[in-house]
Structures are given as structure tokens and as C-alpha cells.
């Protein structure tokens, strides 16, 4: 995740000088001009390593210039441009400063200082470069602005000749979304115009950016760099840019070495800090960084979980880090633990030996084998696709394998079709579980198939709106409605679906950013009373020439109270959403029978005490014909620990008998 690529940072753009390219000894010259003021001096050193590893440099003093000349006009009207000039192809060492002298090959620089190479600043009160020794020193207030990218440490020390240097007090803002981009762009000296608002790294006001951490806070001691590695024995990393106190990162004995278009990542025994007193310890272990950024997410080593129908109950799991297939595939594998079925001694997840998947599951003896099981992803890009593979292995017993393992891949990508952006995908499917409502459990055996969809979100005077369309072609073979045989059908689908949500009585917050009176939420709450509609298409038709299509309406009311600032009940949502529909037709298949025909969905949220949130959600069926009629057929229930930055909740699912430990962490900028 985040925490090596603040490394690369640090080591690229501080330590640029590195890979100065050799090139043939010239000489360049140091300007000391009164342009401004007489009070005010400006000095530029040039200076290039040539092939033997020596320093060159060259000065003259011009000081009769009458500014009212024509060249004085133009050279301080584009000084600052030509010296942290954008071209790549810059090989020289640009130090610019208010005062600079040179003795016995050292040069000393005073006030002001900015270094620059190809484009890349960084800022200093002092400097000094000794030139046959090739070592530099910065001190006070270092500054380096990379777009997006800020950072400040307060000494700067290294050695081109034994390439090992260091960093002290070293405090940094990344932003993960343009880090590669910022790292090979190039800058001008106007980046560091807004350097004393930029550097307040604890903001007071930020601003929710939902589902996604890109902005990051970090904090290192000492940074020791050794040719391409380097070092920090602790890093601390949060996504809170208002406070470091909710949650952050403690990442030991971080090391971090370069190599091309990649990073790798080694640390010891790593902590997640909750409220700087609750500690959850965590392994990084061996990681790589590319241009995916895949990195960056947070994903949590352990899994504790509960699943009845495959695992027999809990279950414990521990995700490895990710291996390197090719230079275009990885892999992640999750061995798991399966703690209740392996206390009961016995199973009730598999059929009879020899009887059809569809079968009723029977219970059966345990071997040693049963008791564990795997989760593996394999990810990765083929030419512009994206490419996933999901596989679940329920028990090592090469008897149950057919039964105990599903499989699921897709390979994706955006397509621009009809003036817009599409959502294109292929997939292929072996033994997925499907819930279909009151019709309970459906499986479909095997199939492939392939999708576009197209999604928009817009606003037209306060009415949020959502569109969907969805075009479908597949191959499956699956459980049979009526029966528990297995058939075989093609099946296309057209699907639309409109969602509307109308302000009917709302106060909604002008300043959507919070500061740090908001404690327990990342946004402020619109309250009110607004009403959600929904008006749903589907047509499907099969190989054997049943088709099935419906009409689906749905409008319910939702209610929002509170702030969630106080510590009790200061948040309530209650949304209650009738949904009917107009069904005709018949599907080959169950999984995908269109069955209830009234529906009341209902969800309620609730406050209970400080950052204690209830969330409840569930499914009524009211479909008068139904066996289930009066019953949930779909529901979820979770208590969440909920703050500024980040959420912590236990969950469980009735109507699948799941359930499990969600946590998530919020991103601001």
C-alpha cells in the first residue's frame, strides 16, 4: 500500500542527483546580479559531472548592466523560467540562491536555495556541495513540491560517490492517484509559490473523496539511503489529514528497493493504531509496487469469517502477500482454517457421494483434510484487459473436489460504443451460488458468457439520477426450476433500470468539508425527507424458446435526523421502499426466476452511543401466493465502530447464514 512508494518519493526527488547521466566536462557559469533591489542578490551555480566522476564549474561577475537596458528587461522578466527550465534532456545541477561563494572547491549557498535538475526543485536555508568529494549537504526547512506530491525534512546528506546519504525529521503529503505522473513530469519554479499553505500537512477544513484513500500523511525519523536501497527502522502513515490520532500505520524496519517500473518492499512485524492506544499487529512482508497502484489498498491479513452452507460455520483465514507470476500476472492466496467443522467432526456442506451437485446436502464424516481450505485470485492484464480469476477450495479431500470447488473469471475492459463509455466483459463460471429470494438457493453448474453495460450518474435540479443498461449473451447450465435436474440453455438479457432520489424536504450542508469537530463521520449528513423511486426493465429469452419479462415500480420514502457529533442518538436514516412487479413468462432456469411480485425493502440505521452505529437492512416478501409470504428473504445486520477515517463493523446475513468483520478506511483531500 502507501507505504513504500513515500520512499520512492523521498529517494527519487531528493536524491534526483543519483542518476545524473555522464556526460562530457563543460563549464557553466554563476551570475551574481542586482536585478531587484540593491538589497537583493540572485546566484546560479551550473555544475556537471563528467566521466571521470569530477566536478566542473565556472563564474564571472558581470556588474555595470544598466537595467534599463533591453537585456536587463528580458532577463529578469525570464531568469526564473530558464532556470528550472521543463527540458528532460537537462543534465546540469542548477543551484540557485540569495548568496553563494566557493572555497577550495566547496560551494557554499545561502538563503533562498533551490535546486533543480531536469525540471525537479527542491528548496533549502543552506547548502554546501563539495565538489571533489561529490558530497551534498542541505539544512533547514527542506522543501520538495512535485505536483501533488509535498515533502520537508530538515537535513539532506549523501555522497555520489558511495551513494549513501540520509534524511532526518522527514514529513510528507502524497497523493497516490498522480504519484507516477507527478514523478515523471517536470515542474517549474511557480510549484513553490504556494509552499507555506502547502506545507500545513494537518489541514483544518478536508474534503470526503468516497470510495477511495489517496491522499496519505507519513512521518520518518531518519531515512538511510544506500545505492538503491533505503531504510527507515519506522514510518507512520495515516489517511486522517486532519489529526494522526484516530488511525494510523507503524511500518518497522521498512525497507525499500528500487528497481525498473517496479518497487519492492520488505518489514518486519508492522501496527495498526486505533485512538493511539488499541494496537492490531499487521504484516506487509514482501510486496510489490508498479504502475497499477494495486498496492496502495489496504486489505487486512486475517480473515474471520462465518459461512454455513460451504464451511460448515467459522472459519479463520490468513491471506499470503502477493506472488509474482509474470511481469503481467500476480496471484494472492488465502489458505483458511475451517474452526467449526473440524470441533463438530462432521460436515453438512457436500451430497451424497456419486448424487447430482443438486442433491440435497447431506451429513457426512470428516476426514483431516476437510478442515482446511483455500481462496485464491490470480489478477492481470492481457494486452488491455483486465483479467481476474477467483477460485474457492472448500476441503482438501480429493474425493469432495468436484463438489468443494467453485470457480469464476472475467476479463474486462472500457470500451467507447455509440459516443460513450461501456463496461464490456467476458466471464466464465463453475459452480456459483445464486440467491434468488424466497426461492432460496440455486446453483449454476457451469457457463460463459459475455456483458456490456453502460452506468451514469447525473443531477438535474437537485434530482440525483442513476441509469443502467445492461445486454447480456451466455451459455449456462444450471438447476432446472421445477426439477433438480441440470439443463443446458443460451440466454440473452436486456436490462434497464432508472433510479431517482427527489428532495422533498432537505437541509443540505453549503460547506461539504468538515474539520475536527466531526469526530465520528468524514461528511457532513443532508437531513430531511426525500423520496427514492426506482423503474426497472428486464426481457430475457432462452435457447428453447421460453422467454420471461417484467416491469418493476418502486417509490418509498427515506428520513434522515442528527448530525452524528453527539454522543447519543444524534443519527437516524429509516428508508422504506414497496417495490412491485409486473411479471409474465417463465424461466428454464432457477436461479433467475422472476418470483415475488411485491416486495417491501426496509433499512434503519441508528446511533447508539459516540462512534457505536446499528445498521440493520432486509427484505419482506408480501407476495400474497408465496410460501414465504410476511418473511425476510434478503437481510443483513451489523454493528459498526464508526469514525472520521475509518469503520470497523460485525456483520451477519440471516438468509445465507454468512457473516464476518468488515473494516475500511476513509480517504480526504
Avoid: C
Avoid at 492466496?333 to 451437485?357: A, C, D, H, M
Wanted: hydrophobic share 35%; glycine share 6%.
Amino acid at each position: 500500500m502507501i507505504l513504500g512508494i513515500s520512499k520512492k518519493v523521498i529517494f527519487t526527488s531528493l536524491l534526483f542527483f543519483n542518476y545524473i547521466n555522464q556526460s562530457k566536462s563543460a563549464e557553466f557559469p554563476i551570475i551574481n546580479k542586482n536585478l531587484h533591489s540593491r538589497s537583493s542578490e540572485l546566484v546560479n551555480s551550473k555544475i556537471s559531472i563528467d566521466q571521470t566522476g569530477l566536478s566542473s564549474s565556472k563564474t564571472f561577475f558581470k556588474n555595470d548592466f544598466d537595467e534599463s537596458t533591453k537585456y536587463v528587461e528580458i532577463l529578469k522578466k525570464n531568469l526564473k523560467w530558464h532556470i528550472a527550465t521543463n527540458n528532460t534532456n537537462q543534465q546540469e545541477l542548477i543551484i540557485q540562491s540569495d548568496k553563494q561563494s566557493e572555497i577550495n572547491d566547496v560551494i557554499y549557498a545561502e538563503g533562498n536555495i533551490t535546486v533543480s535538475y531536469r525540471g525537479k526543485l527542491l528548496k533549502a536555508d543552506n547548502l554546501t556541495y563539495d565538489k571533489l568529494n561529490k558530497k551534498i549537504n542541505a539544512t533547514g526547512n527542506i522543501v520538495l513540491i512535485l505536483g501533488e506530491q509535498i515533502f520537508n525534512a530538515s537535513e539532506l546528506d549523501y555522497s555520489f560517490k558511495s551513494q549513501k546519504g540520509y534524511l532526518l525529521n522527514v514529513k510528507g503529503s502524497i497523493n497516490t492517484n498522480t504519484l507516477f505522473e507527478d514523478l515523471s513530469s517536470n515542474f517549474s519554479l511557480l510549484d513553490t509559490n504556494a509552499i507555506k499553505n502547502l506545507l500545513k500537512f494537518k489541514k483544518k477544513e478536508v474534503l470526503y473523496t468516497p470510495n477511495k484513500v489517496e491522499n496519505w500523511l507519513f512521518l520518518s525519523d531518519k531515512v538511510a539511503i544506500d545505492g538503491q536501497k533505503w531504510r527507515s527502522k519506522k514510518a507512520v502513515f495515516s489517511n486522517d489529514l486532519l489529526e494522526l490520532k484516530q488511525v494510523k500505520l507503524v511500518v518497522n524496519s521498512l525497507e525499500v528497493i528500487s528497481e525498473e517500473e517496479k518497487l519492492r518492499f520488505n518489514s518486519s512485524l508492522n501496527f495498526l493504531i486505533f485512538e493511539e492506544e488499541v494496537s492490531i499487529p499487521f504484516w506487509l512482508g514482501n510486496r510489490t509496487l508498479d504502475k497499477s497502484g494495486d498496492f496502495f489498498n489496504f486489505d487486512n491479513k486475517w480473515t474471520l469469517g462465518y459461512e454455513n452452507l460451504d464451511k460448515d460455520g467459522y472459519f479463520i483465514g490468513r491471506k499470503f502477500d502477493p506472488l509474482d507470476i509474470t511481469d503481467d500476472f500476480s496471484i494472492d492466496l488465502e489458505p483458511q482454517f475451517l474452526i467449526q467443522r473440524s470441533i463438530k467432526g462432521y460436515t453438512k456442506s457436500f451430497v451424497n457421494k456419486g448424487e447430482s451437485i443438486t442433491s440435497e446436502k447431506v451429513k457426512r464424516n470428516t476426514s483431516f483434510e476437510d478442515y482446511f481450505g483455500i481462496k485464491s485470485q490470480i489478477k492481470g492484464k492481457v494486452n488491455n484487459w483486465d483479467l481476474e480469476i477467483d477460485k474457492n477450495l472448500n476441503s482438501f479431500d480429493l474425493a469432495k473436489f468436484s463438489d468443494a470447488f467453485r470457480l469464476k473469471t472475467v476479463l474486462k475492459k472500457e470500451i467507447n460504443f455509440l459516443n460513450s463509455k461501456w463496461d464490456k466483459s467476458f466471464y466464465g463460471v463453475y459452480r456459483e451460488r445464486v440467491w434468488n429470494g424466497s426461492l432460496g438457493e440455486a446453483e449454476i453448474y457451469s457457463g460463459y458468457g459475455s456483458k456490456l453495460k453502460k452506468e451514469n450518474t447525473w443531477f438535474v435540479n437537485g434530482i440525483r439520477k442513476t441509469e443502467l443498461l445492461s445486454l447480456g449473451l451466455a451459455n449456462l447450465r444450471a438447476e432446472a426450476l421445477n426439477t433438480k435436474n441440470l439443463v443446458t440453455n443460451f440466454k440473452g438479457n436486456l436490462l434497464y433500470t432508472l433510479d431517482q432520489k427527489f428532495p422533498i424536504s432537505i437541509q443540505d450542508s453549503q460547506n461539504k468539508s468538515i474539520d475536527i469537530s466531526y469526530s465520528f463521520i468524514p461528511e457532513p449528513i443532508t437531513k430531511g425527507l426525500s423520496l427514492n423511486t426506482r423503474l426497472e426493465l428486464s426481457y430475457s429469452l432462452y435457447e428453447n424458446g421460453n422467454h420471461q419479462e417484467y416491469l418493476g415500480l418502486g417509490a418509498g420514502p427515506e428520513f434522515i435526523r442528527g448530525n452524528f457529533k453527539n454522543k447519543t442518538f444524534d443519527y437516524t436514516r429509516l428508508s422504506i421502499f414497496p417495490f412491485y412487479q409486473f411479471n409474465s413468462g417463465e424461466s428454464v432456469f432457477k436461479f433467475d426466476q422472476n418470483y415475488e411480485n411485491f416486495t417491501l425493502k426496509i433499512a434503519f440505521d441508528q446511533q447508539l452511543y459516540g462512534p457505536i452505529l446499528l445498521k440493520s437492512i432486509g427484505t419482506l416478501n408480501l407476495s400474497s401466493d408465496s410460501d414465504d409470504y410476511g418473511e425476510f428473504i434478503d437481510s443483513k445486520i451489523s454493528l459498526n465502530w464508526k469514525k472520521r477515517s475509518y469503520e470497523f463493523g460485525i456483520f451477519y446475513q440471516p438468509h445465507n447464514q454468512a457473516g464476518g468483520i468488515s473494516f475500511s478506511l476513509f480517504g480526504f483531500k
